[in-house]
Nanobody
Framework: VQLQASGGGLVLAGGSLRLSCAASGRTFSNYTMGWFRQAPGKEREFVAAISRLGGITHYRDSVKGRSTISRDNAKNTVYLQMNSLKHEDTAVYYC????????????????????WGQGTLVTVSS
């Protein structure tokens, strides 16, 4: 599956952004989807993931309550709505897909994901 992330940009602290990731090539609903990020000089880290049918989500603690992951299987797209952005949210954000036979699994390790998008840069100015 091919993944194309978009929606990044420069935003003031406290602002919002919605990232999108469009998938093509395979049956989108067969994949658990996730968002990861990598800040300059740091390792890539998990942000959020959503189950195949969208019923189960999982977030890293630092974004809980500020971010919402969602998906539209009819549009082959996963979203990450980020609110109350902080300077420490500055990073390149990557979407990823994990092929799964489970409708409830929500992986959160990057080695559990099979396909990756190219990344979109989010810069939060304080």
């Amino acid at each position: 599956v091919q993944l194309q992330a978009s929606g990044g940009g420069l935003v003031l602290a406290g602002g919002s952004l919605r990232l999108s990731c469009a998938a093509s090539g395979r049956t989108f609903s067969n994949y658990t989807m996730g968002w990861f990020r990598q800040a300059p000089g740091k390792e890539r880290e998990f942000v959020a993931a959503i189950s195949r049918l969208g019923g189960i989500t999982h977030y890293r603690d630092s974004v809980k309550g500020r971010s919402t992951i969602s998906r539209d299987n009819a549009k082959n797209t996963v979203y990450l709505q980020m609110n109350s952005l902080k300077h420490e949210d500055t990073a390149v954000y990557y979407c990823a897909a994990a092929q799964s036979s489970s409708t409830w699994a929500v992986p959160h390790r990057d080695d559990e994901f099979d396909y990756w998008g190219q990344g979109t840069l989010v810069t939060v100015s304080s």
